[in-house]
């Protein structure tokens, strides 16, 4: 009997196990900057003052596999500094896995002339005919990132099963002038249930 109980206790538990992360897509951070750069990857149920990982300079990635929190999405904070506060200005990989997985680059939290990357350029790439995300060096307004929290056309989505691939600095060095083309234009807000903890 405690044999019976024990294996169904355990089978069980494997519907909760996976439950965080159903899909197996992983979110990375490629740093191909000539500097470090420090990630906090927190959300409604993690936390931390201290950095998750310090992603070495030249090619130093991060890897994670999509978790579900509690409530709302994932915000992998990305500066230049090894701390938080209001001194320091930082970038967003934001995700969020519901139904697929929704995914968008944020500088809300730095102003637009001191956001850590945008000097050196930003894309974010997910599985095959997903949108890409390219934040341009020296386009310190880049439209395709969130500059404020209501900027929902940032919001992209792909199969849930797609990594989500951010590279840092990915025109580095930044040109002195560069044309930008045509912008991208507003599509129809399709929402985003990510969350922005401070």
Known sequence: MQV??????????????????????RAIVINQCDFDVYLWSIDADR??????????KSGGTYEERYRVPSTGGVSMKL??????GP???????????????????????CTTVACPFQS????MRAGSGCPVVRCHAGDMTCREAYTEW?????????????????????????????????????????????????
């Open 120 to 123: 050196y350029g930003m894309t």
């Open 79 to 84: 500066a230049k500094a090894d701390h938080l």
């Open 4 to 25: 019976i109980t024990i294996a169904a206790a355990l089978f069980a538990a494997i519907p909760f196990a996976s439950a965080g992360n159903p899909s197996g897509g």
């Open 150 to 198: 209501n900027d929902d056309w940032a919001s992209k989505a792909c199969d849930a099963t797609s990594d989500v691939v951010m590279t840092l600095c990915s025109e580095q060095p930044a040109p002195e002038k560069r044309g930008y083309g045509a912008r991208v234009g507003r599509v129809k807000h399709i929402g985003h249930p990510h969350i922005r903890p401070s």
């Open 47 to 56: 936390v931390s003052s201290k950095p998750t990982t310090c992603i070495t």
């Open 87 to 109: 001194d320091v200005h930082i970038t967003q990989f934001e995700y969020t896995l519901a139904g697929n997985i929704w995914y968008d680059i944020s500088n809300v939290d």
